[in-house]
């Protein structure tokens, strides 16, 4: 008998996540597998051990890849090893990503080509190599890229960070158009003030975390475990005839 649950199980797919060391990364990965996927973890320095361990723990199959996806070789290297590891991937969740804040007039070229590079040309070309393996394959896909909330407002003293997110929500929607026709869905989270390394220091800042918090109708900072849910619904069944949408996971913070 088939339950209302069922269109959201993931048994028997394999995804890789990028970023997955901790934060949201581990925490869509822990989710994916928590609904029954296989999942290959990555992470720039080392395979995130503890993130394995976990997924391992629920009765899942766990590998790791290591890379720096500021360098333009490692997209393709990171899809072959992922799929050497555990088979044919299922889902792509591009999460990797770093920030740098600087005011935008004093914005150094350096940190504006790593966050490029990071946040917005290593997604497109992971996702053109899955894409054009499953096309080739006739097999369906699912693509969750990882926005921002900065997708949609400026922020302060992170100009390349805002134009790096913005650009995924963009690529989303632009993949999503092309795709669609190959029964491959690409979206894209759009995560609010989560308490992670990247926040780390505006919630040590007294003045600004009270300015968001206020903010907040929710009243919290964002866990990981927030973004878990929403992952792993665009990446079944369930969200089959949804694609090129940005969620936002916020706490209510763009509806203030």
Known sequence: MTTITDPFRLDGKRALVTGATGGLGAGMAIGLAAAGADVVCHDINAP???????????GRKAAGVVGDLSDR???????????AALGPLDIL??????????PAAEHRDEYWDLVIEVNLSSPFRLSREIGKRWIAR???????????LL??????????????KGGVAQLTKALAN?????????????PGYMATDNT???RRDPVRSRQILERIPAGRWGEPADLAGAA?????????????????VDGGWMAR
């Open 48 to 58: 995130p051990a503890e993130t394995m361990a976990k997924i391992e723990a629920l």
């Open 151 to 164: 997708a949609f407002q400026g922020g302060i003293l992170v100009p390349s960070y805002s134009a790096s």
């Open 232 to 248: 792993v619904f665009l990446c079944s069944p369930a969200a089959s005839y949804v694609t090129g949408h940005v969620l936002v």
């Open 93 to 102: 969740i591009n999460n990797a990503g770093t920030i740098k804040r600087e």
């Open 73 to 83: 070789s490692t997209p393709l290297r990171v899809i072959d090893e992922a799929e």
């Open 138 to 148: 006739g097999t369906h896909g699912r693509i969750v890229n990882v926005a921002s």
């Open 200 to 202: 780390a220091p505006l």
């Open 178 to 190: 092309e795709w669609a026709v190959h029964h491959i869905n690409v979206n894209a989270v759009a």
